[in-house]
Every structure is written in C-alpha cells, then in structure tokens.
C-alpha cells in the first residue's frame, strides 16, 4: 500500500467537502441576500415554520394504501399557498398586520427563548403558537386564527389530501359508451 497516495486522496477529500460546505453556506448567504419577493427570506422561514407547526408531516389514523407516505402543510405545498395567498389576495392594511406581527413573533421568541422561531423545536413552536391563541393582545389572536385558518384551508384542499384521503372526484358520474342494453319482451 502506497501511504503518500493514500494520504494526498483523503487530503483531497476533506479538501473537497471542505468547500461544498463553504458552496452551501455562500449560496444561502446570497439567497438571503439577493431574495426578491413580497415577504423577505425571514418572513417566508416563518410562515413555513407556522404552517409546519399547525400541521406536521405524519400519516392519518386511516391510511388509503399500504404505501402511503406522511404529508403535512410542508410537503403538500401549503406554505407557497400561504405566501402567495397574503401577497396577492390580501388588502395592504392586512398585509402590514401579518408582517408586523411576523416581526413581534419572531423577536418574542428571540429575546425569550434565545433563538429564531422557525429554529425552535416543534414543541416549543407549539407552545408559541398557542399563547398567541390565549393572548391578551387582539391583534396576536386574530394572527393565528387568520394563519391557523387558512392554513387549514390550504392543506385540506390540495390534491393528495382531496383525492387520496378524501377519496374526491372531478366528475364522479362515469360514461360507458358501448353498454348492451337488455332486451325488453
């Protein structure tokens, strides 16, 4: 066994996963840079974080095939829905409520729990969640209610939920063209 080659292939190789990390990290940090749209990274981060909250991936008590695999508002696409919903589909005045209050959940739990909302555990994020739903504030609970709402509401009417677990139909009659028809005597 050649030692000096054994010993340049796993300099190479710590040298190359070396900087794929340094890639991944400059990528986020001009992600977070140069990200163009309504609400910033942050914003986004927290509004997934709030819908991953209100409904975590996890199989139903009734499963419709044997192959089926955990869905929640992440992997069915209900915060993209959410994003784009109070973007687009909410007046300005709304629109200032949700960022503002984004902001305040996100400096409450900061300066309480030392770290961004969306990094806390599901279980801490919980607990959050449900004392804005407790609060004495007006404003925090009509923010959850407002997200609790139409988070729901995105993820009950997406296609896997609505098909595979609802068991939906576009057209639920069926045309059989062709069908014998019984003689009559």
């Known amino acids: 066994m050649n030692r ?60 419709p095939t044997p192959d089926a695999r955990p869905i929640g508002a992440l992997s069915t696409g209900t915060d993209v829905y959410l994003i784009k919903l109070f973007e687009h589909c909410y007046a300005k005045e709304d629109q200032d409520k949700i960022k503002s209050q984004l902001a305040a959940l996100n400096a409450h739990t900061g300066n309480e729990l030392g770290k961004s909302f969306y990094k806390l555990l599901n279980e801490e994020r919980e607990q959050v969640l ?44 069926y045309y059989h063209g062709c069908a014998d028809i019984p003689t009559q005597t």
């Open 130 to 173: 449900l004392g804005l739903e407790t609060s004495e504030n007006k404003d925090e609970r009509e923010f959850f209610e407002v997200m609790k709402s139409e988070t729901i509401a995105g993820f009950t009417t997406v296609k896997e939920v609505m098909v595979d677990y609802r068991n939906y139909k576009v057209a639920p009659g």
């Open 4 to 63: 000096r080659n054994s010993l340049k292939i796993l300099g190479g190789v710590s040298v190359g996963i070396g900087g794929l990390a340094l890639a991944d990290w400059k990528w986020q940090l001009l992600d977070g840079i140069g990200h163009q749209g309504f609400f910033t990274s942050k914003e986004e981060k927290l509004i997934s974080a709030i819908a991953d909250t209100i409904i975590p991936a996890g199989l139903p008590p009734k499963t």
